[in-house]
């Protein structure tokens, strides 16, 4: 990992970085929607 990675975070036991994956395609998906309904409203 370190030869395709600066940094690498350990998460802890298996199936923690699904977890945070999916956090962060949440967030994603919530500043999409936001800017969608930007786009709208405008």
């Known amino acids: 990992m370190k030869a395709v990675s600066e940094t690498i975070h350990y998460l802890g036991d298996?199936?923690?970085s699904a977890s945070m994956?999916?956090?962060g395609n949440s967030?994603?998906?919530t500043k999409i929607e936001a800017?969608?309904?930007g786009l709208i409203a405008y």
Do not use: Q, S, W
């Open 14 to 16: 298996t199936g923690k």
């Open 21 to 23: 994956k999916l956090i």
């Open 27 to 29: 967030i994603v998906a």
């Open 35 to 37: 800017l969608g309904e």
